[in-house]
């Protein structure tokens, strides 16, 4: 095995010098042909840009399509994509997407205004059940559409007056349209193709195959064999295809974050998604140059499930929250310069800081655990935690079961998940407690405090309060931003008080870059978009 403190590429290029030394690895081929290797921790949950829901889908379907704007990768501002320019009303109420002439489809067909509205539609029909749905909700009428209140879709807020001119016509002001239109969301989709492969609002069809998917973004997928690799090659039809320098980007899923990291150290990666927590400070003194941390708008968090006895009684999730010892996981479990997380929004998002209203207080969350009959821990039914399946989030699972088994004398199972089967698992609402987390989709704190309105796709909590909901949607009609964030302090006190979801850390992502990896930078959004990386051997 290659010694960690010695320059991979160095090696790799010294073994190839010698008669005997091994074959060519994957990185020093890619260099050559400017392929990309790249590992994205899980097996997609699917490659449609309306049903995706995770980080992991999204880094690789963002290159696959484009929307009306595009994340600039230095700091996710928003840039042209399909939508060559825009501009908005005096009242900020609505907006017209001026579309460029020479964007395309992948199979040669003319990227037009109908298909975004057609796109729209099929995000907001009921049958889909896009968990994202409700980020289409600032559009007039989406939010009657989506819950079955209004039938006629010509009354939602998109129109297209002709192939180039999109305008929408929102609810109320939302000075950030820009950056919240390059979400996959708001991705438009080839109705000829979805309607090929099933209905409208039909989930999981086989237009997402290879041979099948016709994608408007600056690769096409020549590749998908579960569970082995996702392969995406240069499209010859985007629009701005002279500044894509790659070639070829192969995403490799891969949950072990040991393995992967065994994977980069071999040569077999140029980028990870992860890293050990325990070869951090190894790659600290060693690689610096191969480590790169960088702070995330990201909440790691578990969810109860509410509607499950005794999670349903607000004292015992606060028993269960005021229990853990957060600044312990962080320094000796995680490992990655993390901060303890006391609310579901991170610090300084775009401004906006949360209250802190609780802390760890073991005292506290034993008298609670006794107010709700549990005294001691007796007669406490056994409850399971869920995880997807890494090390990282095993560890941190099994320092949750420690502390409550000493804190608060129950004890708490544990069982993983392959990613794809957990996401099913909490969408259909079969499980007790289970670890999640969340990265910002945009830089506002409406991106995290929205998560847990009622009816919202990816709340999955069971948890609903009117007073909450009430104050979110005051919200987002408010344009003074301290009064804005005056209610969004409301709602966030309010969460905390309720505990439906309980705050263990905030991220910072740790992973793995080789320096020839060019054009990738470390963003809040932890987005990479590939249309500006190459490769410098």
Same mark, same amino acid.
């Given at each position: 095995?290659?010694?960690?403190?010695?320059?991979?590429?160095?090696?790799t290029?010294?073994? *190839?010098?010698?008669g005997?030394g091994?074959?060519?690895?994957?990185?020093?081929?890619g260099?050559r042909?400017?392929?990309?290797?790249?590992?994205?921790?899980?097996?997609?949950?699917?490659?449609?840009?309306?049903?995706?829901?995770?980080?992991e889908?999204y880094?690789i379907?963002m290159n696959?399509m484009?929307?009306?704007?595009?994340?600039?990768?230095k700091?996710?501002q928003?840039?042209?994509?399909?939508?060559e320019?825009?501009?908005?009303?005096?009242?900020g109420l609505t907006?017209?997407f001026?579309?460029?002439?020479?964007?395309?489809?992948s199979?040669g067909d003319?990227?037009?205004?109908?298909d975004f509205?057609y796109?729209?539609?099929?995000?907001?029909?009921?049958?889909?059940a896009a968990e994202?749905?409700?980020?289409l909700?600032s559009?007039?009428?989406? @939010?009657?559409?989506?819950?079955?209140?209004?039938?006629?879709?010509t009354q939602?807020?998109?129109?297209?007056?002709?192939?180039?001119? *999109?305008?929408?016509?929102l609810?109320?002001?939302?000075?950030?349209?820009?950056?919240l239109?390059?979400?996959?969301?708001?991705?438009?989709v080839h109705?000829?193709t979805?309607?090929k492969?099933?209905?409208?609002d039909?989930r999981?069809?086989?237009?997402?195959?290879?041979g099948?998917?016709v994608g408007?973004?600056?690769?096409?997928?020549?590749?998908?064999?579960p569970?082995q690799?996702i392969?995406?090659?240069?499209?010859?039809?985007?629009w701005d295809r002279?500044a894509? @320098?790659?070639?070829?980007?192969?995403?490799?899923p891969?949950?072990?974050?040991?393995?992967?990291?065994?994977a980069?150290r071999?040569g077999?990666?140029?980028?990870?998604?992860?890293?050990?927590?325990?070869?951090?400070?190894?790659?600290?003194?060693?690689?610096?140059?191969f480590?790169h941390?960088?702070?995330?708008?990201?909440?790691?968090?578990?969810r109860?499930?509410?509607?499950k006895?005794?999670?349903?009684?607000v004292?015992?999730?606060?028993?269960?929250s005021?229990?853990i010892?957060r600044?312990a996981?962080?320094?000796?479990?995680?490992?990655g310069?993390q901060?303890?997380a006391?609310?579901l929004?991170?610090?300084n998002?775009?401004?906006y800081?949360?209250?802190v209203?609780?802390?760890?207080?073991?005292a506290a969350?034993?008298?609670?655990?006794?107010?709700a009959?549990?005294?001691d821990?007796?007669?406490?039914?056994r409850?399971?935690?869920?995880?997807?399946t890494?090390?990282g989030h095993?560890?941190?699972?099994?320092s949750?079961?420690?502390?409550?088994?000493k804190? *608060?004398?129950?004890?708490?199972g544990l069982?993983?998940?392959e990613?794809?089967?957990w996401?099913?698992?909490m969408?259909q609402?079969?499980?007790?407690i289970?670890?999640?987390g969340?990265?910002?989709?945009?830089?506002?704190p409406?991106?995290?405090l929205?998560?847990?309105?009622?009816?919202?796709?990816?709340?999955?909590?069971?948890?609903s309060n009117p007073?909450?909901?009430?104050?979110?949607?005051?919200a987002r009609?408010?344009?003074?931003p301290?009064?804005r964030f005056?209610?969004?302090?409301q709602?966030?006190d309010?969460l905390?008080?309720?505990?439906?979801?309980?705050?263990?850390?905030?991220?910072?992502?740790?992973?793995l870059?080789?320096?020839?990896?060019?054009g990738?930078?470390?963003n809040?959004?932890?987005?990479?978009?590939?249309?500006g990386?190459?490769?410098?051997?």
């Open positions: 095995m290659i010694p960690l403190r010695l320059p991979l590429l160095l090696v290029a010294a073994l *190839l010098l010698t005997c091994p074959r060519e690895t994957r990185v020093a081929a260099n042909t400017q392929t990309i290797h790249i590992g994205n921790m899980a097996e997609p949950t699917d490659l449609d840009p309306q049903i995706i829901n995770s980080l889908d880094k379907v696959l484009e929307g009306l704007t595009a994340c600039r990768p700091d996710c928003p840039v042209p994509g399909v939508a320019r825009w501009e908005a009303s005096p009242d907006w017209t001026h579309l460029r002439a020479n964007a395309v489809w199979n003319p990227v037009t205004a109908d509205v796109a729209y539609r099929r995000m907001l029909s009921p049958g889909l994202y749905a409700y980020m909700f559009l007039q009428g989406a @939010r009657e559409f989506n819950t079955g209140k209004l039938a006629d879709f939602v807020g998109v129109k297209a007056p002709d192939a180039r001119t *999109l305008v929408l016509s609810a109320f002001p939302v000075p950030y349209l820009p950056s239109v390059y979400h996959n969301a708001w991705y438009p109705r000829a979805i309607e492969f099933g209905k409208i039909q999981s069809t086989l237009w997402t195959r290879p099948n998917y408007n973004g600056a690769f096409v997928l020549s590749a998908w064999e569970n690799i392969r995406l090659t240069k499209s010859p039809t985007y002279e894509v @320098r790659l070639q070829e980007a192969d995403f490799y891969i949950e072990s974050s040991t393995t992967e990291e065994a980069f071999s077999q990666l140029h980028a990870t998604a992860q890293i050990p927590s325990e070869k951090i400070e190894t790659y600290q003194k060693e690689h610096p140059d480590l941390q960088d702070t995330n708008l990201a909440t790691y968090f578990y109860f499930n509410v509607t006895p005794p999670l349903n009684d004292r015992v999730r606060r028993a269960l005021l229990a010892d600044q996981i962080v320094e000796s479990v995680v490992k310069g901060l303890p006391f609310h929004t991170p610090p998002t775009a401004g800081t949360a209250n209203t609780f802390h760890e207080d073991v969350a034993r008298q609670l655990l006794a107010e009959g549990f005294k821990g007796q007669g406490f039914p409850l399971e935690i869920l995880y997807n890494t090390e095993r560890l941190v699972a099994e949750l079961q420690q502390m409550w088994r804190n *608060l004398g129950i004890d708490i069982y993983n998940q990613a794809k089967v996401n099913d698992t969408r609402g079969n499980y007790q289970a670890r999640y969340w990265v910002g989709d945009y830089l506002d409406s991106t995290f929205e998560l847990m309105t009622t009816g919202n796709g990816n709340n999955q909590t069971g948890w007073e909450y909901d009430r104050l979110i949607d005051q009609r408010t344009l003074d301290a009064r005056a209610l969004y302090h709602a966030e309010l905390m008080a309720e505990m439906p979801i309980m705050p263990i850390y905030f991220y910072v992502r740790n992973d870059l080789l320096p020839c990896v060019k990738w930078y470390g809040l959004l932890d987005l990479h978009p590939l249309k990386v190459y490769l410098e051997p």
